[in-house]
C-alpha cells in the first residue's frame, strides 16, 4: 500500500552531530529539498522511521540521508540494520560520510545505500554535494505520487 501523498513530502536526516544538521540542512533546502526531519541519532531515526512507516495511510519520507559519526561503521551498520524496510516502503537511503575510496563506498552501498555522498570542508565543494543530494531525491521519487 502506498502512503498518502497528499501533504507536503520530506526528508529525514539522521545525523549526530548538531552542527552538521543544521549546515546540511540548510544547504539541502537552499537546493530545493522539501521539508527536512532530523533526528539527533540512530535510535531516535529508527524509532522515528518504525512509526512513520507503520503507518500505510501517513507520509513516508522520498529518502532518508544518515550521517553519524558515533564510530566509523555507524553509518554501514545503520544502512544494513534499516535496509529491508526502507527497500520495501521504495524509499532509498544514502549515506553522507568523509571521503572514502571505492571499497569504502562498496561496503557502505553492500550494506543497503543507494547512493554515497561525501561530507567536504571546503563551503563550494559542501554546496555541490548538498546539490547533488537533492538531485538524487528528485530522480528517486515516484513518478505517480501526488502532490509532489
Known sequence: MQPDNSVSPFIVLIDDDEHSAH???????????????????????????ATILANPQGAWPGLVVVDLKAHSGANAEF??????????????LVIMTAPTDSGGRRILHDAGAAAVFFRQAELDAYRREAAAIVSFWARSQSLDAIGM
Open 79 to 92: 544502512a544494513a540494520r534499516n535496509q529491508v524496510a526502507l527497500h520495501q516502503k521504495g524509499i532509498p
Open 23 to 49: 549546515l546540511l540542512t540548510r544547504m539541502l533546502v537552499a537546493h530545493g529539498a522539501p521539508s527536512i526531519r532530523h533526528f539527533a541519532d540512530a535510535g531516535a531515526g529508527e524509532a522515528a522511521l
